[in-house]
């Protein structure tokens, strides 16, 4: 199990991430307008620096639903080859069959 503080940190990051993402696509989208003139391009990117960085969808962090174990994640599953292993053992997962011989 992850610790908690350290699910909660990457909950916040997704929060804040949902909530800046159309502010932050905006001012991308004005930044790399050519068309635009320089000085409101700058402003956009001068903006889009001083937005906090826990905004950006990049820092949010693939974690197990179960056990918030961040590596070997199944993106289908949302869940760690670990915990997908434990479940397909006992038998809680349609279609999967775990074999032994």
Wanted: hydrophobic residues 35%.
């Amino acid at each position: 199990m992850a610790k908690k503080s350290s699910i909660e940190k990457n909950n916040r990051r997704a929060r804040l991430a949902t909530q800046h993402a159309a502010k932050r696509e905006r001012l991308k989208a004005v930044a790399k307008d050519k068309s635009i003139p320089i000085e409101e391009r700058f402003l956009a990117t001068v903006t889009l620096a001083q937005m906090p960085r826990n905004g950006a969808r990049i820092r949010v962090r693939n974690r197990c639903e179960l056990t918030g174990r961040p590596r070997g994640v199944y993106r289908k599953f949302k869940i760690s080859r670990i915990a997908l292993r434990d479940l397909g053992s006992t038998g809680q997962i349609p279609g999967v069959v775990k074999s032994s011989w």
